[in-house]
């Protein structure tokens, strides 16, 4: 639900955020203790980058909060004019196009005998393909991937889309009930509040601490407050620069201190709110990331322009992978050509989509509407 230009400096924050993703799940999949960069930087502080790419998850889900929120309130004048039809039309043509074709693939994939796309009992609960494409469609993979465990290695990834998609389903009707901005943010307070408490009452259940509505949902609500707050405060020149600077640096220590596994009640709240403070800083400028800051940020804003369908498909890359380059076998910096092969061949798999197949559909989608 973008309208107008896209904003440089929050795809700059998305990328990071999809890159952590992508570098956690290959490190899950080839441990990378036995390479270069372990022996240049040491494994402690590769496994430090490369274990906590959930976090990059919850940074999803607060600039989520934040456009739709924005977006929502730009598009009907204020978020009381709320078109619920549009509203969901809007979101049905950016995600279901992906998510279909990403359903497809996988199930021909499982279909051909490919082994690594086939459903899988973790939990010692065998789950067919239809309660898996229909917790999909339906937004509860989160809830069976809770119940049954990761069954199903590419699908897995569903369980993010499946909280962000539950909390928008309410998102207008809570516009149009409350109306007011001023009761939104009590009631998405409440929503944050609630947040670390279910984490911390679910720990040692990675389905509910990680995985659930309520674990997840103050994130989404942190990014909903941003943008109602984004109109009335304003972070620009030196000092805020530096407040940012001090924000995102408190971030890196949060990432780097521990695993979400023993972080996550409060750090899941810290990485939303400090994101909110970057989301802040990025409100009302949309012109490329400063000179002074280089090429490489260009990389990021690039990677974040393809976020969902980089997070969607690059398990599909990674799958294949692991296929023809089974983990037992690859040793040593063979494992970092393969790091590189996978960012590349995700890259260009995910422009693919979005050029040919994705952002033509939401075109053709969003003009199938009547006169609102």
Known sequence: MSIG???????????????????????????LNDTFLAQVFGWDAVRA????????V????????????????RRWSGLDGINARAFYRLRIAR????????????NLLALAGVAIFQNHAPGGTAVSFWLVNLASLTFWMNVLIGMHGWVNYPLGVLWS??????????FPILCLV?????????????IIVIGPVYRFTHQGDEGGFLYAYFASFDGIAIGCCTALLAKRITLHGRAATLLQGIVAAAMVVLYLGGPIAETNV???TGMALGTA???????GRAATPAVGVGRVLLGFEWFGRLSYELYLFHLIVLGAMRTLWPPRVVTGDVKLLLLAGFFVLSAALSAGIARLYSEPLNRRIRAWRTAE
């Not at 980058?49 to 990059?56: D, E, M």
């Open 277 to 283: 403070v970057l989301l802040l800083g990025a409100s």
């Open 161 to 170: 889309l499946s909280v962000e998609e539950v909390f928008y389903l309410f």
């Open 266 to 268: 409060l750090g899941v």
């Open 178 to 190: 409350l109306r007011r901005e001023a009761r939104l943010l009590i009631f998405w307070a409440a």
């Open 58 to 73: 919850t940074m999803f889900f607060v600039i989520s909060g934040y456009l739709i929120t924005s977006n929502a309130g």
């Open 95 to 106: 995600i279901v196009p992906c998510l279909v074709l990403l359903l497809g693939t996988v």
């Open 5 to 31: 230009r896209r904003n440089a400096r929050i795809d700059v924050i998305r990328g990071v955020s999809i890159l952590l993703v992508l570098f956690h799940h290959f490190n899950i999949a080839y441990r």
């Open 49 to 56: 980058v490369a274990r906590n790419g959930n976090y990059g």
